[in-house]
């Protein structure tokens, strides 16, 4: 089955700085690799997705990028902000398949003022 | 629109009872998906319901079972509950039209199980 690691596991940086956030994942034939964003008691919040047809995608100050030949994707925040801070998590799976999304163990991302 | 709902929120069972979980899909979401969350991990993946059947599983044993209604929410139960079930249990809707699809989930807030 698919295998997904994520790194690192705690990020501080200072506000207005940027954050990267790296996954690797095992199986080629995954194609869907969505980014969730978990608040305190919170459930996940899909935040941006990328399909594997695609290199990179933005959204205003989050953006996603794919390497398929490396099997690795990253998230990039620009400009953070103190509501930024949360544990984000990497996902992948094939966008068609039965086996629902694997995780990565999550990032805390904790903006400093 | 309204999102995930989850009930309850918070839960206490005894090793080796029974519970039931309960999710109500987001609005215009026909596939409703149970993830456990174990502290400190990301979401693990236990099954997908659609069209009232279960379709694709993860790694977890018989004991948890599931339904879904024709309103699209859904049910999660686990037996014999043992202190490694203690865990955030997600819900998560979507949409899908014929074939499977992982794309756009939505998750609720969780329900907190704890087994003692």
């Known amino acids: 089955g698919e295998n997904v690691e994520q790194h690192p596991s705690t990020l501080s940086v200072q506000e207005g700085d940027s954050a990267v956030i790296k996954c690797t994942y095992s199986?080629?034939?995954?194609?869907?690799f969505p980014w969730y964003k978990q608040e305190l008691g919170k459930g996940p919040q899909l935040i941006i997705d990328?399909?594997?047809?695609?290199g990179e995608k933005k959204d205003q100050r989050i953006a996603v990028t794919l390497n398929k030949t490396a099997k690795h994707f990253s998230l990039h925040i620009t400009e953070t902000q103190p509501e930024d801070s949360a544990v984000y998590f990497c996902?992948?799976?094939?966008?068609?398949?039965?086996?629902?999304?694997?995780f990565g163990k999550g990032t805390h991302l904790i903006i400093q003022p | 629109e309204t999102g995930v709902t989850q009930s309850p929120t918070h839960l206490i069972k005894t090793r080796g009872q029974q519970v039931t979980l309960r999710c109500s899909s987001q609005?215009?979401?026909?596939?409703v998906s149970w993830y456990q969350q174990a502290l400190g991990q990301g979401p693990q993946f236990i099954f997908q319901?659609?069209?009232?059947?279960?379709?694709g599983r993860g790694n977890f044993p018989p004991r948890f079972s599931g339904l879904q209604f024709p309103n699209y929410s859904s049910e999660l139960n686990v037996n014999a509950l043992e202190l490694d079930d203690s865990a955030l249990y997600l819900c998560?809707?979507?949409?899908?039209?014929?074939?499977?699809?992982?794309?756009?989930?939505?998750f609720g807030s969780g329900t907190r199980l704890t087994v003692v």
């Open positions: 996902a992948a799976s094939i966008g068609g398949g039965a086996d629902g999304l694997t």
């Open positions: 199986d080629s034939a995954s194609n869907y």
């Open positions: 990328i399909r594997s047809n695609v």
């Open positions: 609005s215009g979401h026909n596939t």
């Open positions: 319901y659609y069209r009232e059947e279960e379709n």
């Open positions: 998560a809707s979507n949409v899908r039209k014929g074939s499977y699809s992982n794309y756009g989930y939505t």
